[in-house]
């Protein structure tokens, strides 16, 4: 069974989080594993995501508190297919970029790229300044994929939802794991 490590953060856009959840559910053979932070919380009951704790925890195969950075997934012998931390907020960008762990976000990312595994992360922040793009700079040096949660409008979206899932879809796409929801680019053939 492969397990992938799901973090949801402060940044508006829980959205992310929560369909990165729903597809994984869909998936035969995928364990996954959830850190909310009490921002991430927050933000995904004052964006209409969900309306409780309980709802974002029932998505989960397993829920690890924030605080707790003895959990297993804390560890680098814990076997994870990898990370994806959607929306990243910037503090949570700057606490990877420079290795600061102080609460399980933090320190599963860590363990996650020390251990050469896949860390996505789908910061959300605009416009950027030049530190924030340093940030993102440093955080590819230590290994981890910035993939900003952009939309792709060759898929003719026709709602919210079609938007965020095939973003989602295509940030667990990293990680070699194929949802049947996502849209693929078709080549068509045009007569000049």
């Known amino acids: 069974m492969k397990r992938l490590i799901v973090a949801i953060t402060g940044a508006s856009g829980a959205c992310y989080g929560v ?3 729903e597809m994984l559910r869909d998936m035969d053979g995928i364990e996954s594993h959830l850190i909310i932070s009490p921002a991430g919380l927050r933000t995904a009951i004052k964006e209409d995501v969900i309306e409780n704790a309980d709802q974002i ?3 989960a195969d397993v829920v690890h508190s924030h605080k707790d950075i003895g959990a297993a997934i804390a560890s680098g012998s814990f076997r ?3 990370m994806v931390v959607a929306p990243c907020s ?3 960008l700057s606490s990877i970029a420079h290795c600061y762990s102080d609460d399980l976000i933090t320190r599963a ?3 996650c790229l ?3 595994r896949r860390v996505v992360l ?3 922040e605009t416009p950027l300044h030049a530190g924030h793009i340093a940030l993102m700079d440093q955080a590819t040096r230590n290994g981890a994929i910035i993939m900003p949660p952009v939309p792709s409008f060759y898929t003719q979206p026709k709602t919210l939802a079609d938007l965020v899932g095939q973003t989602a879809g295509r940030a667990l796409d ?3 794991l194929d949802h049947p929801s996502v849209r693929r680019w078709k080549q068509e053939q045009y007569q000049d």
């Open 19 to 21: 369909r990165v959840l």
């Open 57 to 59: 925890r029932q998505l």
């Open 80 to 82: 994870a297919h990898g």
């Open 90 to 92: 910037i503090k949570t």
């Open 109 to 111: 990312a860590d363990v």
């Open 114 to 116: 020390k251990e050469r």
């Open 122 to 124: 789908m910061v959300r």
């Open 174 to 176: 990293l990680f070699d």
